[in-house]
């Protein structure tokens, strides 16, 4: 039985590039402040796209750039539901939009509502 156990932090870095978006994925959590979590205003998409962009957002960035499938897929919402979870978020100060034509948004989310 000893044989069989493994050293997670040696098998991601045999595995797995540090940075390495199949990382973050397997491995870490994102806390939700709950000023937002108990804001009865926001739509449920709101909790989940900021939860999805707050995973996106990882250590050493201050930006994320998910496209809009990429959000549907991990959200499990539909992009009109993300579209409005967006704008709520924005209208409140937990987001911020860099908007691009043709390209992907860059993504500012906030910690705190200021």
């Known amino acids: ?25 397997k491995i870490g959590f994102v806390m939700l402040p709950h000023e937002l979590l108990f804001d009865e205003s926001l739509p449920r998409a709101a909790l989940m796209v900021y939860w999805v962009l707050m995973i996106h957002q990882f250590k050493g960035k201050n930006s994320c750039s998910p496209s809009m499938k990429l959000l549907e897929q991990e959200t499990r919402y539909s992009r009109p539901s993300i579209i409005l979870g967006i704008e709520s978020l924005e209208k409140r100060g937990w987001l911020e939009v860099e908007r ?11 910690v705190k509502n200021l």
């Open 1 to 25: 039985m000893e044989n069989l156990k493994i050293d997670l932090k040696t098998y991601l870095k045999g595995k797995l590039a540090k940075n390495s978006p199949i990382r973050w994925k």
């Open 100 to 110: 691009s034509h043709r390209k992907l948004n860059k993504y500012y989310v906030r």
